[in-house]
């Protein structure tokens, strides 16, 4: 079975440009999930959808990041316009819902964002 | 304001020795807690789990611990194997339905 995945695996921008991350999820999972991982603040929940649907964003650091869920196969995190801060690696995961321990979320590879 | 924390950044521990990863949340309200396993270059991966109404979950060489009253957890692996050497991530959950909240995770190296 395929697992989450995400693209691009590494992407080298300039600030000031746009940034779009994009994830396939586990077919039949309900809920996905962005976080962001870095050094000092560890691994952070950005946004979750369930059932397409954005549930919560509160983790959203500002408005010029974005994620949308067009259907149930595929989600993407934009950030525009992006700035050195905003390196870091992000993570998508998804998760059934039932029928696994509540709570266990399956993640893809990650991509790893640097802004120059 | 971290919910979930792990002091410990790094552990070094022998081949075949116990390697004992702590953690401690702060909301009482967290039902669940999980530890991740991460290889460098990889996505965190599902370890092993346990709800708040138990006090042990055993799997394999993988022991969790919840002590609820002092609001922190462990994770015992014995016998330790060179394989082991990840970092290892703490999560928690209120309900499992709404993202899990992560400390930053510890370093363990298991040395040969």
């Known amino acids: 079975d395929a697992g989450v995945i995400q693209s691009p695996r590494h992407e080298v921008t300039e600030m000031g440009q746009e940034v779009t991350l994009r994830c396939k999820p586990i077919?039949?999972?309900?809920?996905l999930f962005w976080y962001r991982q870095t050094m000092m603040r560890g691994l952070e929940l950005l946004i979750y959808?369930?059932?397409?649907?954005?549930?919560?964003d509160s983790g959203m650091p500002e408005d010029r990041f974005s994620a949308k869920m067009p259907n149930a196969s595929f989600s993407t995190l934009k950030i525009q316009p992006s700035e050195p801060r905003d390196s870091a690696v992000y993570f998508c995961?998804?998760?059934?819902?039932?029928?696994?321990?509540?709570?266990?979320?399956?993640f893809g590879e990650g991509s790893r964002l640097t802004v120059l | 304001d971290q919910q979930v924390k792990q002091n410990s950044p790094s552990l070094s521990v022998q081949e075949g020795r116990i390697s004992i990863l702590n953690c401690d949340y702060t909301?009482?309200?967290?039902?669940?807690f999980l530890w991740y396993k991460k290889y460098p270059a990889e996505g965190p991966t599902f370890l092993i789990s346990?709800?708040?109404?138990?006090d042990k979950n055993e799997d394999g060489r993988f022991t969790v611990f919840l002590n609820k009253s002092a609001k922190h957890l462990s994770l015992h692996i014995v016998p330790s194997q060179p394989g082991d050497s990840a970092v290892y991530f703490c999560a928690a959950t209120r309900g499992g339905a709404d993202g899990l909240t992560f400390g930053k995770g510890t370093h363990l190296i298991i040395q040969p």
């Open positions: 346990i709800s708040s109404i138990k």
């Open positions: 995961a998804s998760s059934p819902g039932t029928g696994s321990p509540a709570g266990e979320l399956f």
């Open positions: 959808f369930n059932n397409n649907v954005p549930i919560d």
């Open positions: 077919s039949g999972h309900n809920s």
């Open positions: 909301n009482s309200m967290f039902d669940y």
